[in-house]
């Protein structure tokens, strides 16, 4: 028994919560079933882990940026509440729920696989560290209402391996229109608020007036690179905050430097941030897609890779950042809205905003161009503020923590689960 813990900890905590390894594993796999030369095999292999390490990069440059941007925010604002952030709450369920959430995970990649074997839902998840963060709320959740032992590991993993397949088929339709059709789908549990993103693109904006057909004078047509305008964007974001904040609060933040120095490089460093993640994604994609025809073959018939939210961002870069300012603004004032109301109040995470908002923005573009961008992502921010805080109470002792799940499906799932839970309980 000591020993079976101890290979499904090695498995979830050393292989599928590392999405590199996992993605390297499932292309290894493929490419192995294709019968492709060993060569091929390899090189297919290492790129599709060193295309989600280079991602991974780039995600830590740009949340060294916004970890910054966030606490300078809250400071100059003297704002308090829980910060919604899935790192750290994972973090605290795992001092008492360790085992269960590494037991349902294991068990949920397999009941994904099974899903997707004998349903029509073909898509295999495979961003590892939103699987286990979806682990460790149902652990928490069903445990609250009152479950243990088995029939929580079973029930945990079952929904944990539906769940993995079902969102990426609700996002499938708006994936097609983003793509073009690639054989991509997309794994993120964020997929509630792009859901909705995409909806609302409809109803309020055309597809044809694009975020990337945005018209720029000639003596700023250099601002038509995406990555410039990020930049400059950030750049101003950063020195419009350290203003407002007062230098005894940026300079906690800016080392010594001068405001303008502080926020020139700042901007950089958020944009640094973008470029190496859309280089991650493209080397991703390249590797992946021709090695999960094998796994379609052999596995699961016409299988689909479900890939973590950047995945989108390659196709509409504009869309990015205007979703990632509009999320944030949706946030900002939800934020003045859940007191009134009586509900905890949610301040605006900034990597949670950029993320879901830049996605949510990429799919509102899809469906209703600029207009669909700007107020779909900022229906995201809505959600990720306010499903946070109706998501406390079913968390138990989780709930009295300074902080939350960030994400609109972590809410969806653990207030659904949560309630039917204590009517069985």
């Known amino acids: 028994m000591d020993f079976l813990l101890s290979f499904i900890n090695f498995l979830v905590y050393e292989v599928l919560n590392q999405p590199a390894t996992l993605v390297g594993l499932m292309a290894f796999l493929g490419l192995a079933l294709l019968k492709k030369p060993f060569s091929k095999i390899m090189s297919g292999t290492l790129k599709s882990i060193l295309g989600f390490v280079i991602l991974g990069a780039g995600a830590n440059v740009l949340i060294g940026s916004l970890n910054n941007l966030g606490p300078m925010i809250q400071d100059a604002f003297n704002i308090q509440g829980v910060i919604p952030t899935n790192e750290a709450i994972v973090a605290l369920a795992q001092q008492t729920l360790g085992t269960q959430t590494a037991l349902i ?45 088995v029939p929580l590991i079973i029930v945990g993993a079952v929904i944990l391996g539906f769940v993995m397949v079902l969102f990426p088929a609700l996002a499938e339709p708006f994936m097609k229109k983003i793509t073009g059709g690639t054989d991509v789908a997309l794994g993120h549990f964020g997929t509630t608020g792009y859901i909705a993103a995409g909806f609302v693109g409809k109803l309020v904006g055309d597809s044809e007036d694009s975020t990337e057909d945005i018209e720029v004078p000639k003596s700023l047509s250099f601002l038509k690179e995406s990555v410039l305008s990020t930049m400059l964007t950030m750049i101003i ?82 869309a990015v950042i205007i979703g990632f300012l509009f999320s944030f603004l949706g946030g900002l004032i939800s934020m003045f809205l859940l007191g009134p109301l009586g509900l905890a109040l949610i301040i605006p995470g900034m990597v949670p905003h950029f993320f879901t908002g830049a996605t949510a923005g990429v799919f509102g573009n899809a469906t209703g161009g600029k207009k669909g961008a700007m107020i779909g992502a900022f229906v995201n921010g809505i959600l990720i503020s306010f499903l946070p805080a109706l998501l406390l109470p079913v968390l138990g002792s989780l709930g009295f923590a300074n902080t939350t799940f960030g994400d609109a499906d972590f809410g969806v799932v653990g207030i659904i689960i949560g309630y039917i839970a204590k009517l069985f309980a």
């Not at 099974?114 to 445990?143: D, E, N, Q």
């Not at 203003?243 to 490089?265: C, T």
């Open 237 to 318: 974001i950063f020195f419009v905050v350290s203003l407002i904040a007062g230098r005894d609060i940026y300079s906690e933040y800016s080392g010594g430097q001068s405001i303008f120095m502080f926020s020139l490089m700042q901007g950089i460093t958020f944009s640094a941030g973008v470029h190496i993640i859309l280089t991650g994604v493209r080397m991703i994609i390249g590797e992946i897609v021709p090695a999960f025809q094998g796994i379609g073959e052999k596995l699961v018939p016409d299988a689909k890779p479900a890939l973590d939210c950047p995945i989108t961002f390659t196709y509409a870069p504009n």
């Open 105 to 149: 995970m294991a068990f949920g990649f397999i009941a994904n696989l099974l899903f997707a074997r004998f349903t029509p839902l073909k898509y295999v998840f495979l961003t590892g560290h939103h699987i286990f963060f979806m682990a460790a709320l149902l652990s928490a959740v069903l445990s609250t209402a009152g479950l243990t032992g």
